[in-house]
């Protein structure tokens, strides 16, 4: 067990050194984020903090895993690296349009659905037993890497909410690798999770910066990448159950309110109908943050 303490130390390190300078570039470029009106009033005051710091914590999980996994033995992790540089490029590029343009209108909600499935696709595919025979399987891998991607980016709303909720998930992958005996699931689960934990120390409890769409999706896509090459898929629900727990709170919502104009919460995701209902910030997300370690714990233990 010395050597994952070691690597994930070790992976918060070169986190923490990769993003230090680029918080003062995304400062000085003025890469910073727009609020959506339709969000908390009270969001409106992070107005201005840079945005696209995700990049750091992304780059040392894909430079460490280079390193230390084995790609000569088992390719399904350079896929997975691909996987998660494909969806940080579309993030990248929805949060570029949304800075140049300086409103909150990126990518079209199609241009966004149609990459990630395509990105999504071409992974599975070089998964092993992934064959044209087996099509319900391919379509439901595929539907797994999308909506864990979106699942992510709609948690993102918080002062380290993704980050913690990420980052704990990805222990838990982790703890999950080394019981199963899957040791580059482990590393690698081991490397991202070191690595977005560093970010933390960025964007909380006060934000200095932003992950950005580069960092959620890149996230969510990542964890469900993992999950797919472990065949841990049911467990994956569990141990990102915040993730799949936000994403449900909007699709009532949303369903709710078109069929009988009537609201289940005071604003979807779950985290704003909190902040609405007066709890602060820093509160909520300490909140989540304990729910994720008992997810994470009964999803690799029972």
């Known amino acids: 067990m010395g050597w994952a303490a070691v690597l994930f130390f070790l992976a918060a390190i070169i986190s923490w050194l990769l ?7 995304l400062k000085w470029l ?32 894909i430079i460490l895993s280079i390193i230390f996994i084995n790609y000569e033995f088992d390719w399904r992790y350079l896929a997975l690296i691909l996987l998660t ?14 800075i140049i343009r300086k409103q909150n209108l990126g990518l079209t909600f199609w ?3 149609i990459s990630q499935i395509v990105a999504a696709a071409v992974f599975v595919f070089f998964l092993p037993g992934t064959h044209q025979s087996q099509i ?5 891998a595929v539907f797994v890497v999308v909506g864990g ?25 982790a703890l999950l690798g080394l019981k199963i005996g899957q040791a580059d699931a482990a590393t690698f689960a081991l490397i991202a999770a070191g690595s977005i934990f560093a ?42 159950g915040i993730f799949v727990i936000e994403t449900l709170s909007v699709i009532i919502q949303v369903t709710i309110y078109k069929l009988f104009k009537r ?21 909520i997300v300490l909140g989540f943050w304990v729910v994720a370690v008992f997810l994470g714990l009964v999803g690799v233990f029972l």
Do not use: C, W
Request: neutral net charge; glycine residues 10%; proline residues 3%.
């Open 85 to 98: 540089m494909a969806f940080a490029l579309i993030g990248l590029l929805d949060d570029l349009l949304i």
């Open 30 to 61: 003025k890469a910073n984020q727009t609020i959506r009106a339709e969000g908390p009033a009270s969001h409106q005051a992070k107005a201005g903090t840079p945005t696209m710091a995700g990049l750091g914590f992304i780059l040392a999980t």
């Open 199 to 240: 970010f933390l120390y960025y964007n909380f409890p006060k934000a200095q910066v932003f992950m950005g769409d580069v960092g959620s999706l890149a996230i969510g896509a990542a964890l469900a990448g993992l999950a797919l090459i472990m065949q841990a898929e049911i467990r994956l629900s569990v141990i990102g």
């Open 19 to 25: 993003t230090y300078p680029l918080v003062f570039a």
């Open 263 to 283: 609201r289940v919460f005071k604003m979807s995701p779950l985290h704003h109908h909190f902040e609405l209902l007066g709890f602060k910030e820093k509160e």
């Open 136 to 140: 319900l399987y391919f379509l439901f």
């Open 149 to 173: 991607a979106n699942a992510a980016n709609l948690t993102d709303g918080l002062n380290g909410l993704l980050a913690g909720t990420g980052g704990i998930a990805f222990l838990a992958m």
């Open 111 to 113: 241009q966004k659905l």
